[in-house]
């Protein structure tokens, strides 16, 4: 059998070596470190089919044979004789070819796996797809194969116990998290398809009792034409009362949007309250010129020496001598604070005032600016009015009011109710958003133009839509206003039918 030993200080040499010897047909059998370098058993090709048919049952043998027991039956009774070749006995031990051994590999990292995931098999088999399948299952022993600790590389068979271990273990933690993810991206797309489900049915539902209640449909229709959301004006009219005339029906929408939009008409107004306000918002909403309306109806009534105005806008142009100069028509020092310090110290020298109010850089919702004037106002007895421009789009308002909207009690100011063509939005949103309305200002004089909010007014106004408008739905677009289901508002405690 024409198999050699090759030694080098690396592997390569040695391969080279192996090559010089052998061709380009060079199966290698063994590679092991020594204390010279490295030592390689290598043969030929041509010499593959003869290996294999001489030497496959006692290499299988010997595989599937453990250790200890394997020793036992090789200890030779009388020495060895000298003559033996140890490269043969090697070969003998062995007795795989590279191709057998690969998929010998293979087949037992497969096994591992499985084990792994599912326990350990009750029949393990290894598998050598060089020889007939049929004579492999007829050579399986019944016996659990311990090969799991067995190197078929190394020319004497070497036990390892601790080493599979903290490879075994990382395969199920790695396995069961991949499992407990789909399991849970499963369950998601089941529970997104369940609700998609029963929001088409709930729309099919909807529409059908519009058809058969018209007056129901007209409702509805006249709702989202006076601007308010599909969603409210669906939580509200699935809790209408089936047996309501026409005009019945409108009175009792109209009670119930009075309801639920929360004001201080039964209150005493902000001036005569009194208390430390800072009036935040987006910019251009109006703030400045309602600090000074507020201003001067505390003014009349308790006097100049009553009220103290403070202003933190030193990023606007004129910002500090438009509040100044409403200061000195109503006889009020108007003040200015850099930072929360300086903030501290004049609410310290204005704590005997009846009001103090404080003027704020306006910003932008998704303005970085705005955390930090927030944090600036964080301080004890600093009540916060959120002003609200009326003509704005519906989903400004929502932007503003998620963004501005802080812990405690809310309350906001609606602003250029004048310049509003529909306040539908705006009252929408604060229904919404559950904030208490403090009081409205329809116009740019001070203090002629501020109102105190009334929940009756506002709700009769909103429903009189002075135009038509290109934004107006048709009878046969209600459909569309239902592709997606509303938030539960009546389950939230949102609306109060």
């Not at 010997?62 to 006995?89: D, G, H, K």
């Not at 795989?96 to 497969?110: A, I, K, N």
């Not at 029906?249 to 929360?262: A, D, G, I, T, Y």
Request: hydrophobic share 40%; with cysteine.
């Amino acid at each position: 059998m024409n198999i050699k030993r090759f030694h080098a200080p690396t592997s390569r040499e040695a391969l080279a070596k192996a090559r010089m010897a052998f061709g380009e047909g060079t199966l290698i059998l063994s590679n092991r470190p020594t204390a010279n370098g490295v030592e390689v058993v290598a043969t030929a090709e041509d010499t593959l089919s003869a290996l294999d048919s001489g030497a496959a049952a006692s290499g299988t043998q010997a595989l599937l044979t453990p250790a200890p027991q394997r020793a036992a039956r090789t200890a030779p009774s009388a020495p060895i004789s000298a003559s033996r070749n140890p490269v043969e006995e090697d070969t003998e031990q062995l007795a795989m070819s590279t191709l057998s051994f690969q998929d010998y590999v293979r087949e037992r990292m497969l096994r591992r796996r499985h084990e792994a995931l599912n326990g350990p098999a009750e029949t393990p088999a290894l598998t050598d797809r060089s020889r007939d399948p049929t004579s492999d299952r007829e050579r399986m022993p019944t016996a659990p194969v311990q090969v799991a600790r067995h190197n078929p590389l190394r020319t004497a068979p070497v036990e390892r116990p601790a080493e599979p271990a903290p490879r075994r273990r990382p395969e199920p933690q790695v396995a069961m998290p991949a499992s407990s993810a789909g399991q849970q991206s499963l369950m998601n797309e089941l529970h997104a398809m369940k609700e998609l489900i029963e929001d088409r049915f709930n729309t099919l539902s909807w529409l059908g009792q519009a058809k058969q209640n018209p007056i129901q449909s007209n409702l509805m229709l006249k709702l989202i034409r006076a601007g308010y959301s599909p969603a409210l004006s669906r939580a509200i009219l699935e809790r209408m009362p089936e047996e309501l005339s026409a005009a019945e029906s409108v009175r009792w929408l109209m009670e119930v949007l009075e309801r639920n939009l929360k004001t201080d008409m039964h209150a005493p107004p902000l001036y005569e309250e009194g208390g430390i306000f800072a009036l935040v918002g987006s910019t251009g909403v109006g703030k400045t010129t309602t600090t000074a309306k507020l201003a001067a109806h505390c003014a009349r009534i308790h006097g100049p020496a009553s009220v103290g105005l403070i202003t933190l806008d030193t990023y606007r142009v004129g910002a500090h001598e438009q509040l100044r100069t409403y200061g000195r028509m109503l006889g009020i020092v108007a003040h200015l604070a850099h930072d929360r310090a300086a903030l501290q110290d004049l609410l310290g020298l204005l704590s005997g005032k009846k009001m103090v109010l404080i003027d704020t850089t306006g910003v932008a919702p998704r303005d970085p600016r705005k955390r930090d004037m927030l944090d600036v106002l964080d301080l004890p007895n600093v009540n916060r009015l959120l002003v609200l421009n009326a003509g704005c789009h519906g989903d400004t308002l929502d932007d503003v009011l998620t963004a501005f909207k802080t812990s405690g009690s809310q309350q906001a100011i609606l602003s250029k109710v004048d310049e509003a063509v529909k306040l539908g939005p705006a009252l929408d949103a604060l229904i919404r958003h559950q904030m208490v309305l403090r009081g409205i200002t329809n116009g740019q004089r001070v203090p002629e133009d501020w109102e105190t909010a009334d929940a009756h007014q506002l709700i009769s106004t909103s429903m009189r839509a002075p135009t038509k408008s290109a934004f107006d739905p048709r009878a046969a677009d209600l459909n569309f206003f239902f592709s997606h289901s509303p938030d539960t508002m009546t389950e939230r405690g949102l609306v109060d039918a």
